[in-house]
C-alpha cells in the first residue's frame, strides 16, 4: 500500500465531513425556526416573519445575534455547574446523532477524485458504526440528562414539575420507540444504517404489513421524544411558565431551541430512512437514473425531500391538533401504543417467517 | 520500553476519568450529583468497551444503565427531593468507616492474588494484559459483532438468558405488589 498524502487520509476526510454536516444542519435547524414561523403564520392567515431581509430570510441570523447579545443571568439559588451543564448536554447529544446518519450511498468516483480522496468510493456519513441504529438510541437516551438537569438545578417548582413530566413522558415513549424499530431490524437483519436502506431497494418498509404498523407508533412516539405538540405537557403555558426551561434565558435558552429543532431533524432523516427507503427513489424514476453517474444524486435529493416533508409536518401537526391531557398521553403511551407495537413485532416476526 | 500509541493514552485517559468519578459517587454529599458521577462513570466504561473494539457491548452499555437505569435513579431522587443534610460525613460513623475499610482490603487481597496467580500461568502481568488487548484490537475489528453477540446470547446461552429475564420479571412483580400492599395500608 503506498503513502497516503496527508490529504488522503481518513482523519482529514472525517474533519471535512464532520465540518459540512454540522454547517449544513446547523443553518438547517436555524432556517428550521424560520419556517416554523412562516407556515405557523400561513396556518393562521398572517405573514410570519417578514422584515429581516426578503422574505425575512436574515430572520435566524438576527435571533442568533440577539440570544448572543442578552445579558448572560444565573439566577441566585441555582446549581450552578448543574445548571450550565444542561443545555450543553442537549446540543451535544443531538449534534452526536448525526455521526451515524449516512446522507448519501457509497457513491463511486472517478479515478481523478480518488486519486484526491484516497479511496475509490464516498459517503457522507461520518463514521459507519456496525450497530447504527443501537448507537442513535443509545444517543438520544442521554439527552433526557439535559432536560433533567435543567428541571432539578434550576431551583424551581416549574421547571422541576416541568422536567418530570417530559423525562416520565421520554421514556414511556422511548420503549414504543425502540419496539417500532425491532421489526424494520426483523425485515432486514441488520443493524446497520447503509444496508437497512439497502433492503429497501426492492419496495419501501412503509409498504410492507410490519413496517405500515410500525411506521404509524413511530410516528407518534418521534412527537412524544422530542417534546413537540399535541404532548408538550413539558411545556404547558398555562400551568408550567414553560416547563424545564423557565430559569433560562439568553444563549442558553438559544442551546435548548437549537436542540429541539436539531432533533426534529435527525428523527425526519432517520424516518425516512427506517421506512421511507432513504435515498431510494420510487420505482419509475428509478430506471430513468440507474447508471448515470448523477443517479445517486437524484437518491440524495428524494431522501432530502422524504425527510422535509416530516420536517413540515412537525409544524403542521403543531398547529392543527390541542394539546393532550397528561393522564390521556400516558393512557395513550403504556395502554396501546405499548401492547401495540408489541403485537407489531409478532407481526413482523411471522411475516419475516413465512416470507 | 514500549511506544505509548493513542489507544494507550486513551485508554489511561478514560481509566482516571472512571477512577476519578467512582470516587466521586462514593465521597459526594449531595445524591444528584453522585449519581450524576456514576453516569459519568458508566460512559467511561462504554468508551473502555469501544476500545476494544466492542461497538455493541459499548452501545447497549450506554443504552441500558445510562439511558434507562440512572435515568430512573436520578429521577426518584428528585422526586423524593433528598437535600446534602439528609447525609452524614464519612467520618461520623465508625461502623460505615470499618464496612468501607473492609471491602476495600478485600478488593486489595483480590487483586493482588490475581495478579500472582497470572503470573505463575502465563508470565504476563495484568497491565500488559490489557495494553496487549489494545493493540489486538485495533488489528481486528469484528464485522458482525451484533450477530456473534445475538448468536451466543440466544442460540448458546439462550436458557441462562431466558432464566436471568424470568428473575428480573419477579422482581418487577414483587415491587409493584409490595408498593401496593403499603399503598392498601396508607388509605
Do not use: C
Amino acid at each position: 500500500m503506498p503513502e497516503l498524502a496527508w490529504y488522503q487520509t481518513e482523519v482529514f476526510w472525517t474533519l471535512i465531513k464532520i465540518a459540512l454536516i454540522f454547517f449544513i444542519l446547523i443553518t438547517g435547524a436555524a432556517y428550521y425556526t424560520l419556517m416554523e414561523r412562516k407556515w405557523a403564520g400561513y396556518f393562521q392567515d398572517r405573514y410570519g416573519p417578514n422584515r429581516a431581509g426578503f422574505w425575512g430570510i436574515f430572520q435566524p441570523l438576527a435571533d442568533g445575534v440577539k440570544f448572543l447579545t442578552k445579558q448572560e443571568t444565573i439566577p441566585k439559588n441555582v446549581d450552578v455547574v448543574l445548571f450550565l451543564i444542561a443545555p450543553i448536554i442537549s446540543v451535544t447529544t443531538a449534534v452526536m446523532l448525526w455521526a451515524v446518519i449516512p446522507f448519501t450511498p457509497e457513491i463511486a468516483v472517478s479515478p481523478e477524485t480518488s486519486e484526491l480522496l484516497g479511496k475509490d468510493t464516498f459517503i457522507l456519513q461520518v463514521t459507519n458504526v456496525n450497530s447504527g441504529i443501537l448507537y442513535i438510541f443509545a444517543i438520544s437516551s442521554l439527552a433526557v440528562y439535559g432536560i433533567m438537569l435543567a428541571g432539578w438545578s434550576s431551583n424551581n417548582k416549574y421547571s422541576l414539575m416541568g422536567s418530570v413530566r417530559s423525562t416520565a413522558q421520554m421514556i414511556s415513549y422511548e420503549l414504543s420507540l425502540g419496539m417500532s424499530v425491532i421489526s424494520v431490524i426483523i425485515m432486514t437483519g441488520h443493524l446497520d444504517m447503509v444496508k437497512i436502506i439497502e433492503a429497501q431497494s426492492a419496495g419501501w418498509f412503509l409498504f410492507t404489513i410490519p413496517g405500515f404498523l410500525a411506521f404509524w407508533i413511530f410516528l407518534i412516539a418521534i412527537f412524544a421524544e422530542t417534546n413537540r405538540l399535541p404532548f408538550d405537557l413539558a411545556e404547558a403555558e398555562s400551568e408550567l411558565v414553560v416547563g424545564f426551561h423557565t430559569e433560562y434565558g439568553a444563549f442558553k435558552f438559544a442551546l435548548f431551541f437549537i436542540a429541539e429543532y436539531m432533533n426534529m431533524i435527525t428523527l425526519s432523516f432517520l424516518i425516512a430512512i427506517l421506512f421511507l427507503g432513504g435515498w431510494n427513489v420510487p420505482g419509475f424514476i428509478a430506471p430513468l437514473v440507474s447508471g448515470a453517474w448523477w443517479g445517486p444524486l437524484v437518491g440524495v435529493g428524494f431522501f432530502v425531500l422524504k425527510a422535509l416533508f416530516f420536517v413540515f409536518f412537525f409544524v403542521w401537526v403543531r398547529w392543527s391538533l390541542p394539546r393532550f391531557r397528561y393522564d390521556q398521553l400516558m393512557n395513550l403511551g403504556w395502554k396501546y401504543l405499548l401492547p401495540g407495537s408489541l403485537i407489531q413485532i409478532f407481526v413482523a416476526g411471522l411475516y419475516a417467517y413465512w416470507r | 520500553m514500549e511506544l505509548i500509541n493513542i489507544r494507550h493514552l486513551l485508554f489511561f485517559l478514560f481509566s482516571f476519568l472512571m477512577i476519578g468519578s467512582s470516587v466521586g459517587v462514593i465521597l459526594h454529599k449531595n445524591p444528584v450529583k453522585a449519581a450524576m458521577f456514576l453516569v459519568v462513570f458508566f460512559v467511561g466504561l462504554a468508551a473502555t468497551y469501544a476500545l476494544l473494539g466492542a461497538e455493541v457491548l459499548a452501545t447497549i452499555q450506554i443504552l441500558v444503565y445510562v439511558g434507562a437505569i440512572m435515568v430512573l435513579f436520578l429521577f426518584v431522587i428528585m422526586l423524593i427531593a433528598v437535600r446534602d443534610e439528609n447525609f452524614d460525613p464519612l467520618g461520623n460513623n465508625i461502623g460505615r468507616f470499618l464496612t468501607m475499610l473492609f471491602v476495600g482490603l478485600t478488593f486489595a487481597g483480590a487483586l493482588l492474588v490475581y495478579q500472582s496467580s497470572s503470573n505463575i500461568q502465563d508470565e504476563i502481568p495484568v497491565t500488559d494484559k490489557y495494553s496487549k488487548m489494545l493493540d489486538y484490537a485495533k488489528d481486528y475489528r469484528i464485522e458482525g459483532n451484533a450477530e456473534v453477540l445475538s448468536v451466543e446470547l440466544f442460540q448458546n446461552y439462550v436458557l441462562p438468558f431466558e432464566v436471568a429475564s424470568v428473575i428480573l420479571l419477579v422482581a418487577v412483580i414483587g415491587s409493584i405488589i409490595i408498593a401496593k400492599r403499603n399503598r392498601r395500608y396508607q388509605e
